[in-house]
């Protein structure tokens, strides 16, 4: 499939079931387009973006004993999911000079973005919410709206959303499991491990596209748009060993480590 098509169905077409199944066997990268920077994606009226502070928050780890309550954390992380894909799907449509290496890798993580949306989703359900029966917020997305080069890009998304799911997975993993819930456990710990690549690939690219003799850690912060920032790449429990395993160096998660809000 072409990747502007692709970009543009999962960004200009409200169906969600279109959205997260569009795209099966291999990329095509022959016509890129002219750079289109989407101010909102098309989404069916029951996945509208809510106002600020419409949308529930994240139950606390206490409340997971009621299955109403995991349900509604799904719920909110099918969101994070969806907005994750197409804001990939931004990116490509924004970015047509990107390196076609980089497209097309960032489009093979789509597809897990999409396979992500639809177990969360299908998780919600069983559990009893419907995905769309709640509002949903649009944070992930107004962030995107300020990549200004595919750096911003790798800096913020795979960088910072991503790099912190390393820790917020398992942590989500552990309080699943500790009501009980392994079902929703295992689906954490799987989203887990595709969440180590994405930061390999976001890794791999931000030192790619650095100029030569660069510290690493000098181009990420220059690339990040507030309040994106390395305390926002982390959760609570530091997943040192996942970093690694996504190819950082020991010394950019040292730095990371020991990041402190007064450091800013």
Same mark, same amino acid.
């Given at each position: ?12 077409? /409200? *169906? =969600? ?6 795209? *099966? ?53 099918? +969101? ?12 490509? =449509? ?15 993580? !789509? ?7 639809? !177990? ?14 709640? /509002?949903? +917020? ?12 595919? =750096? ?6 795979? =960088? ?6 390393? *820790? ?9 499991? *500790? ?8 689906? !954490? ?16 690219? !931000? +030192?790619?596209?650095?100029?030569? +003799? ?51």
């Amino acid at each position: 499939m072409e990747l502007r098509e692709f970009a543009e169905t999962v960004l200009l077409q /409200p *169906d =969600l079931d279109l959205k997260i199944s569009v795209g *099966d066997g291999d990329w095509t990268d022959e016509s890129p387009g002219v750079a289109l920077r989407v101010p909102e994606p098309m989404r069916s009226a029951s996945l509208q973006f809510a106002l600020p502070r419409a949308a529930p928050a994240m139950p606390k780890f206490g409340g997971l004993h009621e299955p109403e309550r995991r349900a509604i954390a799904h719920h909110i992380m099918a +969101n994070h999911e969806l907005q994750a894909l197409e804001a990939m799907a931004w990116t490509l =449509l924004a970015f047509p000079d990107a390196p076609q290496e980089f497209r097309i890798g960032m489009a093979d993580i !789509m597809r897990d973005e999409q396979r992500h949306t639809r !177990m969360h989703a299908e998780r919600a359900a069983k559990l009893g919410v419907e995905f769309g029966s709640l /509002p949903v +917020n649009c944070y992930i997305w107004k962030k995107v709206q300020e990549f200004q080069s595919v =750096l911003d890009y790798v800096a913020g998304l795979p =960088l910072v959303f991503e790099g912190a799911n390393l *820790d917020h997975t398992l942590e989500f993993a552990q309080a699943f499991s *500790d009501v009980g819930d392994e079902r929703s456990a295992a689906l !954490m710990r799987v989203i887990h491990r595709d969440e180590i690549e994405h930061v390999r690939f976001g890794w791999a690219w !931000m +030192n790619r596209l650095a100029e030569e +003799n660069e510290q690493i850690w000098d181009v990420w912060m220059k690339h990040l748009h507030w309040p994106l920032r390395p305390l926002k790449a982390k959760g609570e429990q530091f997943q040192r060993e996942a970093r690694l395993a996504a190819g950082m160096s020991e010394e950019f998660v040292d730095q990371l480590e020991n990041f402190r809000s007064e450091d800013e």
